[in-house]
C-alpha cells in the first residue's frame, strides 16, 4: 500500500549566539546557520495548517534555543530535536544541523559542522 511522507523544513537559519567550548567564544559569540527537517505521514491534505508542522513554530524553536548557550553544539541540536517532538508527536524523523562560521582556530577554516538525526521508534 502506498503512503505519503511530506517533509517541512527551513535553510540557512542565521543566528548569532555564545556557544562554545572555551570561555572567550561564550564571550564573544560567533555566526551560525542552521538547517531543520521534518518528516511525516501526513494527518490529512485538508487545507488546514493545524494538520501539518507550522515552519514557524519551527523557527521559533530554533532561535529560542541558539540563545540558550551550551558548550557543545550537540547539546544546542538535541534541545532542538526535544522541542520539535514534543510540540509535533507525529514526526518520525528529523534532522538538524549547525554550522560554525570561521571557528577559533588556525587556518582559514570556514565552518565546523555538527548533525543529529531522530528517527521514532
Known amino acids: 500500500m502506498s503512503q505519503f511522507k511530506q517533509t ?3 535553510r540557512d537559519v542565521k543566528c ?3 556557544h562554545g567550548y572555551y570561555p572567550e ?7 551560525f546557520i542552521v538547517d531543520l527537517d521534518t518528516e511525516f505521514t501526513p494527518i490529512s491534505f485538508e ?3 493545524a494538520q501539518t508542522v507550522n515552519y514557524e513554530d519551527l523557527n521559533a524553536i530554533i ?3 541558539m540563545k540558550n548557550t551550551q558548550k557543545l553544539l550537540e547539546t544546542v541540536l538535541k534541545n532542538i530535536i526535544s522541542k520539535v517532538i514534543k510540540l509535533y508527536p507525529f514526526v518520525d ?3 538538524v544541523s549547525v554550522q560554525k562560521l570561521n571557528p577559533p582556530m588556525p587556518g582559514q577554516v ?4 555538527v548533525k543529529l538525526s531522530y528517527t521514532s521508534a
Open 8 to 10: 517541512v523544513a527551513l
Open 16 to 18: 548569532f549566539a555564545l
Open 25 to 31: 567564544e561564550q564571550l564573544i559569540g560567533n555566526h
Open 47 to 49: 487545507d488546514d495548517l
Open 63 to 65: 532561535i529560542e534555543e
Open 93 to 95: 524523523q528529523i534532522n
Open 110 to 113: 570556514g565552518f565546523s559542522f
